[in-house]
């Protein structure tokens, strides 16, 4: 079990970094099906801020994984995550989503 308490699990091949997630996928996958959503991705990364030198070293651009993108009945694309745990990392990088790309992360 990790430091917060997700279990790590799989479905079908495909794995997940915890339950709530893969009920949300498998939620998720069913309003596509009723093509009540479409587009459904997982995983989707959006660069916060480019590589950079620092100390003579290269660090690695900064990234959000989104768990899902999909576009809902409107067309409007929603960036999801399954969250559980709000670590300030997480608190960061979705203030950094608003910001930089304008778009607000809706939490399950």
Same mark, same amino acid.
């Given at each position: 079990?990790?430091? &917060?308490?997700?279990?790590?699990?799989?479905?079908?091949?495909?794995? &997940?970094?915890?339950?709530?997630?893969?009920?949300?996928?498998?939620?998720?996958?069913?309003?596509?099906?009723?093509?009540?959503?479409?587009?459904?991705?997982?995983?989707?990364?959006?660069?916060?801020?480019?590589?950079?030198?620092?100390?003579?070293?290269?660090?690695?651009?900064?990234? &959000?994984?989104?768990?899902?993108? &999909?576009?809902?009945?409107?067309?409007?694309?929603?960036?999801?995550?399954?969250?559980?745990?709000?670590?300030?990392?997480?608190?960061?990088?979705?203030?950094?989503?608003?910001?930089?790309?304008?778009?607000?992360?809706?939490?399950?």
């Amino acid at each position: 079990m990790s430091k &917060y308490r997700n279990v790590p699990c799989e479905l079908d091949g495909e794995k &997940y970094r915890s339950k709530k997630e893969m009920a949300r996928h498998a939620q998720l996958k069913l309003l596509q099906r009723a093509k009540q959503i479409s587009e459904l991705q997982r995983e989707v990364p959006f660069v916060l801020a480019d590589a950079v030198h620092i100390g003579g070293r290269k660090r690695p651009a900064l990234r &959000y994984f989104a768990d899902f993108v &999909y576009l809902d009945a409107n067309g409007a694309r929603v960036v999801e995550d399954a969250k559980g745990m709000r670590t300030e990392g997480y608190r960061i990088k979705r203030h950094l989503m608003a910001t930089i790309h304008q778009i607000e992360i809706l939490e399950t």
